[in-house]
């Protein structure tokens, strides 16, 4: 079964160090997302990502955050300058469509911020 | 304010139990409903998803939920619980007014007694 896979699984990271999380789609999908959970909390909604733009964003997606299709493959999300309240598992997803269709997650990257 | 309740945090049950996840949802439409699971170390995986027509839908492993309009639930069942089962359920919703967001509820982790 085509799943979404995400790199690294685990990364620790010193404050205000620039993060990227990497992902790569299901292949025929086209339209991205990343989400995020800090440890006991619920699982939030960050960007969506279609047709080499933004969609949609939170509040949470401020000047800090950026994402990206560098190429065919791959979807990425970048932190710039971390803060400790940046930790967190950052799950990468994808839909072949987007309203109400099924959205396809990875297995998540934890980031650590020190 | 507009949002998704899972009331139990922590449900514990024993194997071959039937279990049911409650989750109630706010908004002033039908939304696109979704539960997911999250094994230790896992992504999310999708049970099972209500977009419209029947109201009791079947997902993988056996699990079943029911759209109650009125209620505006859609709690998760499953007759027989296996130990395999333990696991952090989480209610979504789509309310259709954009792409890919999802709102999860807070999740309830499930543990299974042998």
């Known amino acids: 079964e085509p799943e979404v896979t995400q790199t690294p699984s685990h990364q620790v990271t010193q404050m205000g160090q620039e993060v990227i999380l990497r992902c790569v789609p299901i292949s025929n999908h086209l339209y991205f997302y990343w989400y995020r959970q800090i440890l006991g909390q619920k699982v939030e909604f960050l960007v969506s990502?279609?047709?080499?733009?933004?969609?949609?964003k939170s509040e949470i997606f401020d000047d800090q955050f950026s994402v990206e299709r560098p190429d065919g493959s791959n979807f990425t999300l970048k932190i710039r300058s971390t803060k400790l309240e940046d930790s967190a598992m950052y799950f990468c997803?994808?839909?072949?469509?987007?309203?109400?269709?099924?959205?396809?997650f990875g297995e998540g990257s934890w980031l650590t911020v020190v | 304010a507009q949002s998704v309740t899972q009331p139990d945090i922590h449900i514990t049950v024993s194997e071959g139990a039937s279990l049911e996840l409650r989750c109630n949802y706010s908004?002033?439409?039908?939304?696109?409903l979704f539960w997911y699971v999250q094994s230790p170390g896992q992504g999310l995986q999708l049970l099972l998803k209500?977009?419209?027509?029947?109201?009791l839908v079947q997902g993988i492993k056996g699990f079943e939920a029911e759209f109650k309009r009125s209620q505006s639930s859609f709690n998760l069942r499953k007759p027989s619980v296996h130990w395999s089962d333990a696991a952090e359920y989480f209610c979504a919703v789509d309310r259709g007014t954009s792409y890919g967001k999802l709102t999860f509820g807070q999740g309830t982790i499930l543990t299974v007694h042998p």
């Open positions: 997803a994808s839909s072949d469509t987007g309203r109400g269709n099924t959205i396809y």
């Open positions: 990502f279609y047709n080499n733009e933004i969609s949609e």
């Open positions: 209500y977009f419209s027509g029947d109201t």
């Open positions: 908004y002033g439409a039908t939304p696109y």
